[in-house]
Each structure stands twice: as structure tokens, then as C-alpha cells.
């Protein structure tokens, strides 16, 4: 049982590129979570999922995209990046919006 | 305790201690928190939780004490070891909605052998 996976784990991009963070999770559960983590803070919600074909945004959502076509997969999408895009991204899953559980994060710089 | 800003609060704490990790929560309508540890290079890792109807709830060598009335949060690890070596950080949940979820900045804890 993976659990919550992400890739890339690390990833620099020049600014204006494009790229797709990859989430899946393989414990069937209906919410699915984008945050970001920057140095010496909390977590910042970006989108979330509450099943599939359902997407809110968070606190954070400019310069990103989501979509949720499966249970299993929450893809995040950065449109011209930006350094003040450099951070850690996580996602999560929870069955009931409580206990969240974690991926191992993707490092991203944008220089 | 928790703050905000580049520079986490550290606790520095004797191998075979017992830790004390402090969170000061923002909302009095919040009912459910969770403290996580996240290990360097690692997503958060679930711990312990409790809800607003509790004020104590006891783990495998973690305790999590709740003070509803200063809206305080502590987690207790009781000998502490070297693989405690983290950031804690708590979560609060004000409500069924997935954007009323509040995370702490964090404490880091280091172990003195």
C-alpha cells in the first residue's frame, strides 16, 4: 500500500515554463489536497478535491490548476512559473476531510 | 509554541527526556486537531489526534492535551529518542470545509545525546 505519491521529488524550472505536479493516491479516499510549504511556515492550501470531477480553491490558487477526472489522480498544473512559485508542494488525501495523509512533498525551484 | 516567520521555535531536549511541544490555536470553533511530525525532506506524518469533546488523549508514548479555554494545544513525548528528531506542527479543523484546515508554522524538536 503506497499510500500518497508524488513525482517528480525535485524539479527546477526557468521562469515562464510549465509544468505538471503528479499526484495519486491508492486508498480510495474522496478528498484529495494541494498545499504549498515555504520555508519557516505553515501549510497553504492551493485546491482541493472533494471526489472526482469536483475541485475548490484554497487560499493560495493563482498560478495553478487542477483537475480531478479520477479518485486516484489530482494533477497540478503551474502555468508560467514564477520564483515566488519556488517552494515544496504536498499532496494529501483524507476519507472524511480529518486525517490527512501526506505524499513526500515535490522540491520546485524557479529561477 | 508556534509562530510565524523564517525562524521555527526549537526545543532542545536531553535523550530520554520527556518533550513538551506547544500550539496556540486561532479559532474557538474548532473541533477536531491533529499534530503531525515531519522528518527533513519528508511529508507531515499524522501522530495523534483529538476532538473538542476530549481533553486528553494518549498514544504510544504521546499525549495530547487540550485546553479549550486559552485555545491551547500541547503534545507530550514521553523518552524522548533520537528518531523524535522533527517539526511538529498542529492542525486545527473549524469545519467540514477542506479550506477552514489551519497549519501551525511548527517547533523544531533536536535531541541532545
Known amino acids: 500500500n503506497a499510500g500518497v505519491t508524488q513525482t517528480p521529488k525535485f524539479r527546477i524550472l526557468k521562469i515562464g515554463q510549465s509544468m505538471t505536479l503528479q499526484c495519486t493516491q491508492d486508498?480510495?479516499?474522496?478528498?484529495m489536497y494541494w498545499y504549498r510549504q515555504d520555508p519557516g511556515m505553515g501549510l497553504k492550501l492551493i485546491y482541493y478535491s472533494v471526489g472526482a470531477g469536483i475541485t475548490d480553491k484554497g487560499e493560495v490558487p493563482n498560478g495553478y490548476n487542477v483537475s480531478r477526472s479520477t479518485t486516484e489522480d489530482f494533477p497540478l498544473r503551474l502555468e508560467l512559473a514564477a520564483p515566488s512559485q519556488t517552494s515544496v508542494y504536498f499532496c494529501?488525501?483524507?476519507?472524511?476531510?480529518?486525517?490527512?495523509?501526506f505524499g513526500s512533498g515535490t522540491q520546485l525551484s524557479v529561477l | 509554541g508556534e509562530s510565524v516567520g523564517l525562524h521555527l521555535p526549537t526545543l532542545s531536549v536531553q535523550e530520554g527526556d520527556n518533550s513538551i511541544i506547544n500550539c496556540a490555536y486561532s479559532?474557538?470553533?474548532?473541533?477536531?486537531f491533529i499534530w503531525y511530525k515531519q522528518e527533513s525532506g519528508k511529508g507531515p506524518q499524522f501522530i495523534i489526534d483529538?476532538?473538542?469533546?476530549?481533553d486528553k488523549r494518549q498514544g504510544q508514548r504521546v499525549t495530547v492535551l487540550l485546553n479549550k479555554t486559552v485555545k491551547h494545544l500541547s503534545l507530550q513525548i514521553a523518552a524522548t529518542q533520537p528518531g523524535d528528531s522533527a517539526v511538529y506542527f498542529c492542525a486545527e479543523f473549524g469545519s467540514s470545509s477542506a479550506s477552514k484546515i489551519i497549519f501551525g508554522s511548527g517547533t523544531r524538536l533536536s535531541i541532545r545525546p
Open positions: 483529538i476532538r473538542s469533546n476530549m
Open positions: 479559532n474557538s470553533a474548532s473541533d477536531y
Open positions: 494529501a488525501a483524507s476519507p472524511t476531510n480529518e486525517k490527512l495523509f
Open positions: 486508498m480510495n479516499h474522496n478528498y
